[in-house]
Nanobody, 121 residues
């Protein structure tokens, strides 16, 4: 199972970006999909996750500004980022958790390659 993330870039403070992450490979089900980020010199942190049923959970620092969503038919997760701040600058990684078959042992938990988001004037 592989992830392909895209949508990062350079944006001015207050601007918007939309990240997407497509999952490919042998997939039976995907339970949780999420976005995480790592700024220079800092640990990786969770930004937002969403369950199969579409229930989101956000880090306090992005609540009200970021929106996570998913398209289960396309095995794709999105992150709409509005009101971006310089402190949102980081490499953003997508992550999914699921199963290749009905067997519990077929669980997978891959990470995407990361996409750079830079917020600067």
């Amino acid at each position: 199972v592989q992830l392909q993330a895209c949508g990062g870039g350079l944006v001015q403070p207050g601007g918007s970006l939309r990240l997407s992450c497509a999952t490919s490979g042998s997939i039976f089900s995907i339970n949780v999909m999420g976005w995480h980020r790592q700024a220079p010199g800092k640990q990786r942190e969770s930004v937002a996750v969403v369950t199969y049923g579409g229930i989101p959970n956000y880090a306090e620092s992005v609540k009200g500004r970021f929106t996570i969503s998913r398209d289960n038919a396309k095995n794709t997760v999105y992150l709409q980022m509005d009101g971006l701040k310089p402190e949102d600058t980081a490499v953003y990684y997508c992550n999914v958790q699921g199963h290749r078959t009905r067997a519990l042992s077929s669980w997978f938990n891959p990470w995407g390659q990361g996409t750079q988001v830079t917020v600067s004037s």
